[in-house]
């Protein structure tokens, strides 16, 4: 099994749309003529590295739905077990001497981006003041609904108060992914008059996906 792109002449999925019902969601869409079955790859967007109409597509994990399976279901129903975005593709299948090809169509056709709620972060910020030294300790704590890129993140320092922006202090990236739980960081050393506040690299980007809390 394998892709090839879409051209002239081969059957393209159209119409594809969703109904969302509580945690399951129905998706239907416009057979093509002689099509009796297709592939569908759902994945979660959370990352936002993935967007509608890229050819990033993998052929591993992909689920075979039959024509008769859409009849009698009346679509495809899927249950929805993740928070954020989440991604479907439906691709038609042929078969051309004895191997499945997939179609993969230009555009977003085919393509139907579900939003189930923005995953939530929450962090805090613990600091610890020492009187011999000019420093203070600072211990940054994550709690995440699902992974979090390192690039979704930075931490803002400011001196005298606490920033209220990215844009308003010293900003720091974070070197690693946050996974799915509790992740408490390194303590990092800070002036006596430092104050630190996590934000979005970039908030309108990822506050699609993400909400960040203070704890």
Same mark, same amino acid.
């Given at each position: 099994?394998?892709?090839?792109?879409?051209?002239?002449?081969?059957?393209?999925?159209?119409?594809?749309?969703?109904?969302?019902?509580?945690?399951?969601?129905?998706?239907?869409?416009?057979?093509?003529?002689?099509?009796?079955?297709?592939?569908?790859?759902?994945?979660?967007?959370?990352?936002?590295?993935?967007?509608?109409?890229?050819?990033?597509?993998?052929?591993?994990?992909?689920?075979?739905?039959?024509?008769?399976?859409?009849?009698?279901?009346?679509?495809?129903?899927?249950?929805?077990?993740?928070?954020?975005?989440?991604?479907?593709?439906?691709?038609?299948?042929?078969?051309?001497?004895?191997?499945?090809?997939?179609?993969?169509?230009?555009?977003?056709?085919?393509t139907?981006?579900?939003?189930?709620?923005?995953?939530?972060?929450r962090?805090?910020?613990?600091?610890?003041?020492?009187?011999l030294?000019?420093?203070?300790?600072?211990?940054?704590?994550?709690?995440?609904?699902?992974?979090?890129?390192?690039?979704? %993140?930075?931490?803002?320092?400011?001196?005298?108060?606490?920033p209220?922006?990215?844009?308003?202090?010293?900003?720091?990236?974070? %070197?690693?992914?946050?996974?799915?739980?509790?992740?408490? %960081?390194?303590?990092?050393?800070?002036?006596?008059?430092?104050?630190?506040?996590?934000?979005?690299?970039?908030?309108?980007?990822?506050?699609?996906?993400?909400? %960040?809390?203070?704890?």
């Amino acid at each position: 099994m394998r892709f090839i792109e879409a051209e002239e002449g081969l059957p393209l999925i159209t119409g594809l749309s969703y109904k969302l019902d509580e945690d399951h969601c129905l998706l239907r869409w416009q057979w093509p003529d002689g099509i009796q079955a297709v592939y569908i790859d759902e994945r979660s967007a959370d990352r936002g590295s993935y967007e509608k109409g890229e050819n990033t597509a993998s052929t591993e994990g992909l689920k075979l739905y039959t024509r008769e399976e859409y009849k009698a279901a009346g679509g495809y129903r899927d249950r929805i077990d993740k928070v954020g975005l989440v991604l479907y593709t439906v691709y038609a299948c042929v078969m051309e001497n004895g191997e499945k090809l997939l179609i993969r169509q230009p555009g977003v056709e085919n393509t139907v981006e579900i939003s189930t709620g923005r995953a939530k972060i929450r962090y805090s910020i613990r600091q610890k003041n020492s009187l011999l030294r000019k420093y203070k300790t600072v211990q940054i704590s994550v709690l995440a609904e699902v992974e979090v890129p390192k690039d979704a %993140l930075c931490y803002v320092k400011k001196q005298d108060s606490y920033p209220a922006s990215i844009e308003d202090g010293t900003v720091y990236p974070f %070197l690693r992914d946050f996974p799915a739980g509790r992740s408490t %960081l390194p303590v990092i050393e800070v002036g006596k008059n430092d104050y630190v506040r996590l934000f979005f690299t970039d908030g309108r980007k990822y506050g699609r996906y993400y909400e %960040l809390i203070p704890e």
